[in-house]
């Protein structure tokens, strides 16, 4: 390890040249000239005004009124109030800064310049910079002084793009070059083309920083605004596509004519990269401008027109011809509504040649019904074609509705209660379909090796393969079984162990093969097969071809027990095998390594990245900077694009992949000036989804700091408070830093910037953050809807346009208080192009929702209105909708919708780092608890948002079975329930004892089938029997709904239309809706009853039983409905029956029950309750399966529950849902099961941790169920005495065991199990389980662990190894702590908090470098007996929970209590005369143990954040923050008042009595 760190520090140090080859630099004018181009330099905001404007920033204070001056004072104070107390800000002395200066001097004296051209860097500073000596400049110099000191060095604006594109991650430089652009606009403006055009065509596209060009060139540039613009400058439209949608909306017919957009926007090939929300305004304003040209040109813009809402898309198409429309299918990707509205009408084609193509492309967009339609009557003769479609659909693991999966597959059956061989054959791949119970059903002996080869895809379950894999023949050649790889799960632990006696190829014995095979599929092994895998490839882990394997499918478990010290050493063998992985795999490995264990990736950085002998870190290396951007390079500006070949050209060791790893130790060695670009590539490399980690964060905001005090010391800004000191920022360094650790400093700071440009500019990136961020930061709802409002009332008193004010507040939208009315097309545009798939998951207070509500539909019209693209575009957004909005929706736009609705949800997901929280948790969860302040889940904002989502997802889940209508008829077999008849009428308030919907489908599938068969005469009465139904369905809804049939004539679709009216009325009265549904019952049981005896359809073909039919046949319908028809007088007719006319099925099928479908789809979404879920219906709703409820999983037949009784095991619940879902599966499944199988066990999965808490005798806990036990013990800490106790052996656990048994080892009280050396040996997997155990459990495991500890982490010297130790650090004795130092503390896992006895252990200096997740875990009994300066400490880390705060609060009050009690005694007792003169650390031995329980309160009343408790301004030891010369770390702990104490009460001061 220290010879690879030696090796390279020297190999930096040679580099760096010796003092002979330096330039000359005279400090202080050179500081000067930097002054001197601040002073005279415009800022990068969007006014460009200059600096001398604001600065000094007294300037600004002179332009307020006397009354804004004295509102900004008191916000001013109270925001350094609320620093002091509840934020870690290290405050900075005048040397700090003079040494931040040096260092930056010092990285420009000491390059190696070695070129005659340079020898005084002030003379080459101070005149134009040659591009030679540009790239001669330390990386942190060419940012700082990109846009002062460049004029007219690069003279082309592709060269300035190609130094852009050396550095992707880099946006900080990307503005500071667009800025020089901007000033040098002349420069680089010929007449001929636009130089900004030329530069942005220049610069690379890439997805991270697409938004921040679109801000260039939209707020920055202005490129859509003419008054911008020189004269005939024009841009082209590769550049315009980049514009985002409010610099598109903003555009003028002027500007549209002027500059030939017109002709611009028929370029197809630049368009059509553009996604459709993109691609929207360009539509609304083409439309706009242009109008009927979009109709009668409509080929030359079909790329925007495709854009368009469905009616629009439609309207500008009608006279599109159909082969046009099927090319259009098979060029452009188009979102699968759009694909459903343009099937639609080419379906008809005559040429089936050309749409049974277009069919294996985008079927799996139809809809459920298109789909059906087309296998009915399109699909035969394609038959023999059925596996391109298998190829297509479901030979990967691509995303595909499963409704559709399932559809296709029973359509791909001759018979569905029977498969045969030829079935599984003709199914191919989408036996993925098949339901565990339908596999189990297949006969063993069709389940041959070739046939399970074609079957086998990874679209199927576990569960699935596990079936077939115990059901197929056993082959063997030459003693070995074959296995197909993908089923290499379902082998026997020993099998893996090497132990059994069946021999499988590749794999027992274990080969190269077998090895390379079990790592692509390692993400499917249980704990328990993954460990012994490991350990069976342990001395091959490091060969290159293994490891390059690993890294490109699942690193994470295989490093699970490697240790910092032999992973540094393999650094090398590392970087290889990525080099040998290529770079093609490069994306999966760079994904991949983020989830390895961030011990590791602290310890590739700590291996990789040498420090210079002035204690900075080479951010070149750590960066992984090509080669032409090292400031010792030559002039040579080639890059090597990719970093396998950097790895190979420069011997890197790629630490930039693990820059997730960083420590704060090497983040306070980072050079001051270089920590933007560090940060913007940690945010670069992190992608949208990944948090950084708040130790992380914590320090990344004090080394911004830092970088601020450099500059206010190089400009020679007076600096006096937190929001002087963000005044410094620029937009460059704000749109790098990113909103999340701008969120960091809380909304007192960031409201009250000093600088009114900062202030919005910084506000206006908060606004980007996805909502999810609140959750992680120190945001609180409060915090959120102060800047929400701020920001709001700055863009209102601009005088921005609506696009431009909800394009500026995107997600701080939902929080503004002030009522907003915006223009329709205005909220269209918002939620169509500005709102993004996780920002669309709002997470607000109930009032909000139903001003957000009330937006929506007033750009969107009411709920009854709304295709299926609306939906989709709406997607997480309809959680704000009210339950009578979503019962209004159209039964046919949520079927088509709901597909996407489900898989584009966020609601679902999981996230980390929660306050209070060592596991992730689910998103509503999470959310809930940021409303309610952390007050837990009960609370007012809390609930309601969880009920609004709970309306939703089981809106979800009625529309998943509306979806399955056609599946779970095929599949349906009648489940018995209670037969009830009340006075002879149906009634669907109970459940009956047939599903009559499913019965009633089938019966009308049969007539469609056999229509063509039916005689003259029998298909008249087939078409009178629906007719009457009708009919009467028709008069009885009417009658029900107040009209009068025989004064008033309605047709079908009139009547259909009057009840969608009448549902939507929020008043109608409850028994007409029941009235109605009764009907919707009565017409289908009529049905069935007539058509089953004209069809003659036996019990057997419907799939019931006879007396079933029987029961049918016995019911009564419509009966006051033929009353009434019977009274009303019709003008007879007679029908000839010989003499009917044909109907097609086509027209049949239209005729066949509309009514009755509509309100029984209705009835379905509005009455989740009531419904029979199925499997398929869970499948099809994703993790709104969650929403389940008890009532639900009753209602379902213990088959279907059965089958999906792994997928259950898959999700994610809520801590309030999870028992519930498992106390209704265990009462359907388990009802009379004493103990669960060990198969069924690992099915179960993610409820195991409440079934083992409900009742751990019902679990398997022998030794044979290991895999399963394994199963559990990566879920949940609880069960191990049972397992202990089912042991035969009273011997030590095995390796294997306690790799199985996983979090379950932190329930072991007893070292009569446990083996100390194998103990030492797993130490840094044991460090991974996030245990939480008692004090004396914590003292044996230190005792039996110590001889291995690590001493670089019990002495702090090392990150990397306390990060190993993980929850380990929180046992060790309290003496050991103070050999730590206290930057160190902020690598302490939340969980070794948690397991710590007392926060006293700690020195206030320790105690304010805690992570705020690590703070956010102590609890009340850890913080008896701190002192007041440890619980001052304590506060400021813990400053972003409201909850922990409010508490610490309280202690800090009894503490200020006790003491002015304290000094009012003693200066009477003087005689109030004396001067008291008490220190710090006196305080602190005042109080004894101050700490007193906090009742929790009926309704959290946290404390505003904007009042934040006053405290005496003259208090030195208000906030540990002011203590940067205290002296050591050791506080002590608060202790009783000895005699000799109160001598230091003679001088007392009149200070402390106003305390």
Wanted: one cysteine or more; hydrophobic letters at 40%; proline letters at 5%.
């Amino acid at each position: 390890e220290m010879g690879l760190l030696t090796y390279m520090a020297l190999v930096a140090v040679l580099v760096r040249g010796s003092t002979s080859d330096l330039a000359k630099l005279d400090a202080p004018v050179m500081k000067d000239f930097i002054k001197y181009l601040f002073n005279t330099g415009r800022n990068d905001f969007s006014s460009g005004q200059l600096n001398s404007e604001f600065f000094p920033l007294e300037k600004v204070l002179e332009d307020m009124t006397a009354d804004e001056k004295s509102a900004y004072s008191d916000k001013l104070s109270m925001a350094q109030d609320f620093n002091a107390k509840y934020r870690v800000l290290d405050n900075f002395t005048a040397e700090d800064r003079d040494e931040l200066v040096d260092e930056f001097m010092h990285a420009l004296q000491s390059q190696d310049v070695r070129s005659p051209a340079v020898s005084d860097w002030n003379e080459i500073l101070d005149r134009d910079l040659t591009r030679s000596v540009l790239f001669l400049l330390p990386p942190g110099w060419r940012y700082l002084l990109a846009d002062r000191v460049f004029k007219k060095t690069i003279d082309d604006p592709v060269k300035w793009a190609i130094l852009v594109n050396l550095q992707p991650s880099n946006v900080g430089f990307l503005y500071k070059t667009a800025q020089h652009l901007r000033l040098e606009h002349d420069y680089f403006n010929d007449g001929q083309e636009s130089g900004e055009d030329l530069f942005m065509r220049s610069v690379s596209w890439n997805k991270l920083v697409e938004p921040y060009i679109g801000h260039i060139l939209s707020q920055r540039w202005k490129i859509q605004i003419e008054s911008s613009l020189k004269t005939n400058e024009d841009f082209s439209i590769a550049t315009l596509v980049r514009l985002p949608a409010c610099g598109v909306s903003s555009i003028t017919k002027a500007y549209f004519d002027n500059h030939g957009l017109a002709e611009k926007l028929k370029r197809g090939s630049v368009l059509s990269q553009l996604s459709e929300a993109r691609l929207y305004p360009w539509f609304v304003i083409s439309n706009r401008y242009m109008g009927e040209k979009l109709k009668t040109d409509f080929l030359n813009y079909r790329h925007i027109v495709l854009s368009a809402p469905l009616d629009a898309m439609n309207n500008i198409m009608a006279d599109t011809t159909t082969e046009q429309k099927m090319e259009i299918l098979n060029s452009f990707n188009l979102n699968p509504i759009k694909v459903q509205e343009l099937w639609s009408q080419v379906v008809d084609s005559d040429d089936d040649e050309s749409l049974a193509k277009l069919f294996f492309k985008v079927g799996h967009k139809l809809d459920i019904d298109q789909l059906a339609a087309f296998y009915k009557h399109k699909f035969t003769h394609l038959y023999s074609s059925r596996h391109e479609l298998e190829a297509m659909w479901v030979a990967d693991d691509s995303y595909l509705p499963w409704s559709h999966v399932k559809f296709v597959a029973d359509h791909h059956i001759n018979n569905p209660g029977v498969i045969g061989q030829t079935d599984l054959i003709n199914l191919g791949k989408f036996v993925a379909a098949l339901s565990p119970s339908e596999l189990e059903a297949i006969d063993d002996s069709y389940l041959t090796f070739d046939t399970v080869r074609l079957i086998v895809s990874p679209k199927m379950s576990l569960r699935q393969l596990c079936i077939i894999h115990e059901k197929m023949l056993i082959e063997e050649i030459n003693g070995e079984r074959e296995v197909l790889e993908d089923m290499y799960p379902c082998l026997d632990l020993k099998i893996f162990g090497q132990t059994s006696h069946v021999r499988v190829k590749n794999v027992n014995p274990l080969t190269d093969e077998g090895i390379k095979q079990l790592i692509k599929v390692s993400k499917r092994l249980n704990p328990a097969q993954m460990a012994v895998f490991r350990e069976q490839i342990s001395d091959k882990l490091w060969d290159i071809d293994v490891m390059s394997d690993i890294l490109i499918h699942n690193p994470a478990p295989f490093f699970a027990n490697v240790g910092t010290k032999e992973f540094k050493s393999k650094i090398v063998d590392l970087r290889d095998a990525i080099i040998r992985a290529g770079i093609e795999n490069l994306p999966a490995i760079i994904e991949n390594v983020k989830s390895m264990p961030k011990r590791l990736l602290t310890a590739w950085l700590e291996a990789a990245v040498p420090v210079f002998e002035t204690g900075k870190l080479d951010v070149n290396v750590l960066l992984d900077r090509p080669a032409s951007l090292r400031a010792h390079s030559t002039d040579d500006s080639n890059v090597e694009i990719d970093l396998i070949s950097h790895a190979e050209n420069l011997d890197a060791m790629l630490p930039s992949l693990a820059l997730s790893g960083l420590s704060c130790d090497m983040i306070d060695k980072i050079p001051a000036e270089e920590i933007i670009e560090v940060i913007s590539t940690i945010r670069y490399r992190n992608g949208e989804d990944d948090l950084i980690p708040s130790n992380t964060r914590k320090c990344l905001v004090n080394s911004v700091r830092q970088y601020l005090e450099l500059k206010a010391a190089l400009y020679d800004v007076d600096i006096s408070n937190e929001m002087e000191l963000l005044s410094l920022l620029t937009t460059a360094d704000i749109r790098a830093i990113g909103p999340e650790i701008l969120l960091t400093w809380g909304s007192q700071t960031l409201t009250t910037i000093t600088h009114p440009e900062v202030r919005m500019e910084v506000l206006l990136t908060i606004a980007t953050a996805y909502p999810h961020l609140y959750f992680h930061t120190g945001a609180t709802l409060q915090g959120i809807t102060e800047m929400a409002n701020h920001l709001f009332t700055l863009l209102k008193d601009a005088k921005k346009s609506e696009v431009d004010i909800v394009v500026g507040m995107k997600n701080l939208l939902p929080f503004v208080s002030a009522e907003f009315d915006f223009d329709p097309s205005t909220v269209q545009l918002y939620v169509k192009s500005i709102l993004d798939l996780k920002s669309k998951a709002v997470c607000m207070p109930s009032s909000h929702r139903e001003k957000y509500r009330r937006m929506i539909i007033s750009g969107f019209d009411s709920s009854d209105t709304w295709d299926s693209l609306d939906l989709v575009d709406l997607g997480d957004l309809l959680l704000t909708m009210t339950k009578d909005d979503l019962m209004k929706i159209p039964s046919t736009s949520v079927r088509k919708a709901l597909p996407q609705l489900v898989s584009g949800s966020v609601y679902g997901s999981t996230l980390p780092e929660i306050r209070g929280f060592l596991e992730p948790q689910i998103y509503t969860d999470a959310c809930a608890l940021w409303l309610n302040d952390g007050y837990g889940l009960e609370r007012s904002e809390g609930i309601d948002y969880l009920k609004a989502w709970q309306l939703l997802a089981r809106w979800h889940l009625s529309g998943a079975h509306l979806l399955n209508t056609r599946n779970n008829l095929r599949n349906s077999q009648a489940t018995p329930r209670r037969i009830v008849k009340r006075q002879t009428e149906l009634t669907i308030e109970e459940v009956p004892d047939i599903d009559y919907r499913i019965l009633h489908s089938k019966v009308m599938n049969f007539l469609q089938d056999r229509y063509s068969t039916l005689s003259t005469e029998e298909a008249a009465k087939a078409v009178f029997i629906i007719s009457q139904t009708q009919e009467l369905l028709g008069n009885g809804s009417l009658v029900a709904m107040g009209y009068d049939p025989e004064k008033e004539k309605f047709t079908q679709v009139e009547v259909l239309e009057l009840i969608k009216q009448y549902r939507s009325d929020e008043t109608k009265p409850q028994d007409v809706e029941d009235k109605l549904n009764q009907l919707a019952l009565d017409s289908q049981v009529r049905l069935i009853q007539k058509l089953v005896k004209l069809l003659n359809l036996s019990p057997a073909e419907l799939g019931i039983s006879s007396e079933s039919i029987d029961h049918v046949n016995s019911l009564s319908t419509f009966a006051e409905e033929e009353e009434f028809v019977a009274t009303v007088k019709y003008e007879e007719v007679d029908i000839d029956v010989t003499k009917a006319e044909p109907v097609s099925n086509e027209d049949l099928a239209k005729e066949i029950s509309v009514l009755e479908q509509e309100i029984f789809a209705a009835s379905i979404l509005k009455n989740p309750d009531t419904i029979l879920l199925t499997c398929n219906d869970l499948l099809s709703a994703g993790m709104s399966t969650t929403a389940l409820t008890a009532g639900d999983i009753d209602r379902m037949s213990v088959k279907e529950l059965k089958n999906c009784m792994e997928y259950l095991g898959t999700l994610r619940y809520g801590t309030r849902q999870l028992p519930i879902i498992w106390k209704a599966v265990h009462k359907k499944l388990f009802k009379d099961v004493e103990k669960v199988t060990p198969r069924d066990m690992i099915y179960l999965g993610n409820l195991l941790p409440a079934a083992v808490k409900e009742n751990a005798k019902f679990l398997d806990f022998g030794k044979p169920a290991l895999e399963a036990i394994s199963v559990l013990g990566s879920k949940s800490d609880l069960g191990v005495e049972e397992y202990l106790t089912t042991r035969t052996l009273s011997s030590q656990l095995s390796m294997k065991e306690i790799y199985a048994l996983g979090r379950m080892v932190c329930g072991i009280t007893t070292e009569d199990v446990l083996e100390k050396q194998l103990l030492i040996k797993l130490l840094p997997y044991i460090g991974t389980l996030e245990c939480h155990v008692k004090p004396e459990v914590g003292s044996l495991l230190y005792s039996m662990l110590k001889p291995g500890l690590d001493d670089q982490a019990l002495t702090g010297k090392s990150a990397s190894s306390i990060e190993e130790m993980g929850w380990l650090m929180g046992i060790l004795p309290a003496k050991l702590y103070q050999n730590i130092p206290a930057s160190q503390l902020s690598q302490f896992r939340p969980s070794a908090v948690m397991n710590m006895r007392t926060m006293n252990d700690l020195s206030a200096k320790q105690l304010l470098r805690l992570s705020p997740q690590a703070a956010s875990m102590v609890e009340t009994p850890q913080i008896k007996a701190l002192n007041l300066s440890k619980v001052r400490a304590l506060r400021s880390a813990a400053g972003e929970d409201p909850k922990l705060r409010q508490s610490l609060n309280a202690i800090v009050t009894q503490f200020e209590r006790k003491l002015a009690a304290i000094v009012k005694a003693e200066t009477e007792e003087l005689g109030g005369n004396e001067d008291l003169d008490l220190q710090p650390d006196d305080m602190d031995a005042i109080v004894d143990d101050p700490t007193t329980p906090e009742p929790e309160p009926e309704t959290p009343t946290p404390e505003p954040e904007a009042e934040p408790e006053s405290e005496p301004e003259s208090e030195p030891d208000d906030s540990p923050n002011s203590q940067p010369s205290t002296k050591g770390d050791d506080d002590g702990a608060a202790f009783a008042i000895l005699p000799s104490v109160w001598l230091l009460f003679i001088s007392f001061s009149f200070y402390y009595v106003i305390l």
